[in-house]
């Protein structure tokens, strides 16, 4: 038995011995499994796995739709960061802390071409009220080569009663990218209370190729722990990670969701703060890639299961044509090493097939050959260079090469992990050599491709375009990048946010001479403002 397959009745039954014997092996941060229940919550409060309903969250409406100065379609959205309420476990109303008030946020969605602007203003309480830090955020698009003034820099931040207003080009290929919160060394926090959203970009290409609208669904998982009074408990044991016993889909707990018998498209983001998930269909069937975090894959791949890191994004069909009426299909999760799993983690949610009727029967098919991409059709030979970063831990921190965001802090937000000049392709070789966790590792700005995982080919599931990677344990991944779009300061990091803020984050520049002016200055450039806007701005 490893650590991932511990849960407590299993560990009740088998008694301390093995309990002992199972620390020993796979807990890095050298508790007794025993020890650890996620929730404190009574037992007949918690809630209870495929008892509720499916829920899409909103999409939220413009509040304007022009034409920019440039002639290009201008949106502009508005959200506010506030207090809200959820029921997640039945009858008892949970604090949350979202854009909205919601956990999730609404899903912005627009077309490739539209430019957007999202003024986000901060009305949070001034502190936390169960978890004590100053309620400081910055707001980051990932997966958008967006301005670095307007990237969510995580010491650019805005404090309660301040707005900022960040402009996004919206330029790339359609894909699935997410919102959510990078404010310095409280976004594990404010992340797990429910700053976190997705966004979609929609283009031409994939309007012909995949399934919409209805069928276009997605798929934001989260897993959260109750203190005894109901709340969201936080523990992130020693900064190593978060582990909840409860698997939330869109904010509800293990949802069941009616389909019809067609195919349909799930956009399945992971916006758990440390759990990492590998989903499989209880039929045995397989689940087709079609997508990942930077859009449209070359070439769709059929996976029995996959491996889903925090802050990846993987758009998969699933075909329920094949399933008679009344049929139950499960999602599950078959974790991975070095998370720590509970009775019912190892169910994500629900499908029950019906036979209503189908009325959009296009892109009811499954594809084979997709688009293919710039980043796609790199070849190692136009590199310039390559870089060799570790991902480890040291004086009791996480750090990239030995430093830390403390040491970008201490040196005036100058130093540096790398310098690309403007329009330079790279290969970065990042290695994990611990087997006790494991690193998924967000560059900012760019898509990259994986050339190789420990010198083989890379993962099926991950021949597309990306901008986290899995660098599980005891891994070395080589990626490919052309540093482009903008210009400046971008942040890179592990995407398990207790790592994030403790303080395994650098960052890179690209075609900034070392101490020449920096008119995109990540946090001067643009900054916040006290907001004095009123109710409707
Ligand atoms: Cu999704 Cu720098 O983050
Ligand atoms: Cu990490």
Known sequence: MTARSVSRRSLFALGGAAAIVTAGVGLPWGEDAQTKSASKLADKRMPRPYAQAFRRPPVLAPRTVTTGADGAPLRTYS?????????????????????????PGPTVSLDAGTRSMLRVRNQLPAVHPSLGHDFHTSTHLHGSASKPQYDG???????????KDYYYPNFQAARTLWYHDHGVHYTAQNAYSGLAAQYHLHDEAERALLPQDEYDVPLTLSDVMFAADGALAYDDNSHSGLWGDVILVNGVPWPVMKVKRRVYRFRVLNASISRSYRPQLSTGDPLTVVATDGGLIPVAQQVLNYRHGN?????????FRRYKPGQRVELRNLSNDNNRDYDHTG??????VTDEPILDTSRNTIPTLLVSSPVMALTAAQAKRTRKLRVERGNGEWQI???TWRDVVDSGYQMVLANPDYNDVEIWEIENKSGGWFHPVHIHLVDFQIL?????????WEKGPKDV??????????????????RGKYMIHCHNLPHEDHDMMQQFSVGLAAGAPDPDDPINADPCRPDALGPDA
Request: charged fraction near 20%; charge should be negative.
């Open 311 to 319: 802050a990846e994004r993987y758009e998969i069909l699933i075909d």
């Open 469 to 486: 990677v899995y660098v599980g344990e005891n891994e070395a991944v080589r990626l490919i990048m052309r540093f482009e779009h903008q």
């Open 347 to 352: 169910k994500i949610m629900a499908f029950d």
């Open 153 to 163: 820099y995580a010491s650019d931040i805005t404090p309660p009663g301040y707005y």
């Open 79 to 103: 959200l506010t960061e506030r207090a809200g309420t959820a029921e997640i476990a039945p009858g008892i109303s949970t604090p949350v802390y979202g854009y909205n008030g919601s956990l």
């Open 401 to 403: 090469n030995g430093k």
């Open 452 to 460: 190789s995982r420990n010198g083989k080919a890379p993962f099926a």
